[in-house]
């Protein structure tokens, strides 16, 4: 005898696939809920790990700010104390120049010359002093220009003194009669220090460099 199922079972079918496929949604949406949610961990942690370089790259950067703020200090005192040493170096290079000046001067003044006065500006030196005649000036003049260590003699002016005699005990010295004279000349560093002089033998040297009574 055949069975016939009277029953709804389009129904429940169709309910049973409804709950089938809300079952599906529901897993894929919580699926999808649970990959977004390690993306964004990923993501989060890759930003944060990015945000934590940023700032080792700015303290860097700050603390070489500083470094190199400290370097510039240093190398403008670098500079300060090589200028420094520069000066001091200079200094002690015209040393010799000047004690070999003050050794060739009195070799080169003449007899019935003296020297009052002995100013230096520069490469250029004014002498003042007191000449018998203007011949003894022209004197010092050939021995200067025929020195190494100077150039460019050039006597500015000469002025005779006369001598008024005096009664009395008073007795007038040679030098009182002679006249007054300025003279400029200029610094020559000769190539090798210490060569022989180009000039002539000068006299016998009397009170030379020494100050007008």
Known sequence: MAQINLLPW???????????????NAAIFLLAAVLAGLIWMFFNHILSDQQQANAQITAANTQLDSQ??????????????????KVIQDLQGQ????V???DEMPRLTPANVYL?????????????GRAQSPNDVSELLRNLENSPWFRNAFMNSFQGTSVTPVSGSVVLRPEDGYGQFVLSVDLELPEVEGASDKGAQPAAVQNKMGAAS
């Open 116 to 128: 009052t006065k002995f100013a230096r500006s520069g490469d250029k030196f004014t002498l003042e």
């Open 10 to 24: 389009r129904e429940a079918l169709r309910e049973e696939r409804k709950k089938e496929f809300i079952t599906i």
């Open 68 to 85: 190199l703020k400290s370097l510039s200090g240093l190398q403008a005192r670098r500079d300060e104390i090589v200028a420094r040493m």
């Open 95 to 98: 040393r010799p120049v000047v």
């Open 100 to 102: 070999r000046i003050f």
